[in-house]
């Protein structure tokens, strides 16, 4: 029973995730950039989400909270209003 809840709770989480990826880029990293940097967001954003669906298997806010930790402790900063984005142009 947990397994099937966990992987709910995974599946929804995911899927979310998907959704507003595609809408903005509230995630930033210091180390990536370009195409590094969204497969490393897949990465360590599905191991996150996997990590707090089992430790919170049926608290969304627990999980959320779990979720920016981990992403945190992976070096991602999250801008959610996209206040941590900046448009630079090249000096002619």
């Not at 809408?23 to 990536?32: N, V």
């Not at 909270?65 to 959610?80: I, Q, S, V």
């Amino acid at each position: 029973m947990r397994n099937i809840v966990t992987a709910t709770i995974f599946a929804t989480l995911f899927a979310a995730a998907l959704l507003l990826g595609g809408c903005s880029k509230p995630w930033t990293h210091p180390d990536y950039s370009g195409a590094t940097l969204d497969r490393m967001f897949k990465e360590d954003s599905v191991r996150c989400q996997v990590v707090a669906g089992e430790k919170y298997p049926l608290d969304k806010h627990g999980q959320n909270r779990e979720f920016l930790l981990c992403m945190a402790d992976k070096g991602w900063n999250y801008h959610p209003d996209g206040e941590g984005i900046t448009f630079q142009t090249k000096p002619r």
